[in-house]
């Protein structure tokens, strides 16, 4: 499953009318494990820029021999994701946040608003996002027009 999701996110971002007229780096929030590992892979592996958005706890060792460069931060913490932004020419963003079960707050629901937010805010006009939000439940603030 996520390889077919991944294949998905590299054809969006890499082909056609959505392949970037500037370039930049891809930011993958979530590239240390999973889906967002299997997209930084296959996005480095076609040659694009790609930056992993990486916890400092994160494991790393999925992306060893991949030309991925890392930014550290936790995607629920609005200064951590404003420095990156800040820090860093970025033409797409792609998030795969998940959680533990049972984790609190859910970085998948909080990271992903304060990606958007901070994103909205820097001027970024491209994300990706790989969820459950919104399966069967009521929509969250971010999906709103
Ligand atoms: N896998 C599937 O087939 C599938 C299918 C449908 C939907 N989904 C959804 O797609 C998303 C990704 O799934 P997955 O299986 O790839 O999840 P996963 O393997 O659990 O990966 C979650 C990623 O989120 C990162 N993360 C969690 N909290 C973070 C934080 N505060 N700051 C920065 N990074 C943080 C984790 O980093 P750490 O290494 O630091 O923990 C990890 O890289 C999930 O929302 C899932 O519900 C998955």
Known sequence: MKRIFAALAVLLLTTG?????????????????????EIAKQLAAK??????????????EGLTGSPVKF??????KIEDVRRVLADT????????????????PRPDFIGTQTFVDAAKAAGAT??????????????MSFQRP
């Not at 009318?17 to 590992?37: E, F, I, M, Y």
């Not at 020419?89 to 609190?104: F, H, Q």
């Open 89 to 104: 020419k970025v033409r797409a963003i792609v998030s795969t946040l998940g959680g533990r079960p049972n984790e609190t």
């Open 71 to 76: 930014a550290v931060g936790d995607a629920t």
């Open 126 to 139: 491209r994300m990706l996002l790989v969820t459950v939000i919104g399966a069967g439940t009521a929509p």
């Open 17 to 37: 009318a959505s392949a970037p007229a500037t370039r930049g780096t891809v930011l993958v929030v979530g590239a240390s494990s999973g889906v967002g590992l």
């Open 47 to 60: 040659g694009e820029d790609v930056t992993a958005f990486v916890r400092p706890t994160s494991k790393r």
